[in-house]
């Protein structure tokens, strides 16, 4: 699978390949060095509202996961999405987060989305 989920706090890996933070805010207590990002791309971030609404309960899942998606259209974000397909094409990449919970994120909405458009 060319696109993979990491938290920051996993360690690195051989297969992880290109390697990009999709939060917002850099994480508390590390370093760029430390972390070995290729690319910060913060504005693929969902929403402030988005995220407020969902507030990562699990009962809210699927509804931020089909917003978030919708959100994944809008111009500037499609942009990011679209740069993500081709650095994919090309090698492994990782979708690197902020938090220690990967599986209800935004980056395995990102992930599926970027998938879809593999051939």
Request: net charge positive; no cysteine.
């Amino acid at each position: 699978m060319p696109i993979g989920v990491k938290s920051v706090y996993e360690e690195l890996g051989a297969e992880d390949g290109y390697r990009v933070l999709v939060d917002e805010y850099w994480p508390q207590h590390k370093s760029k060095s430390r972390l070995k990002i290729d690319a910060w791309m913060k504005e693929i971030a969902p929403s402030e509202a988005a995220r407020r609404w969902w507030g990562h309960r699990p009962a809210r899942w699927e509804e931020f996961r089909d917003r978030y998606r919708r959100e994944l259209t809008q111009p500037h974000r499609q942009a990011l999405v679209d740069e993500l397909v081709r650095r994919a094409r090309r090698g492994p990449v990782t979708l690197v987060l902020g938090r220690r919970e990967t599986q209800l994120s935004n980056a395995t909405v990102i992930a599926e989305v970027v998938q879809e458009q593999l051939p």
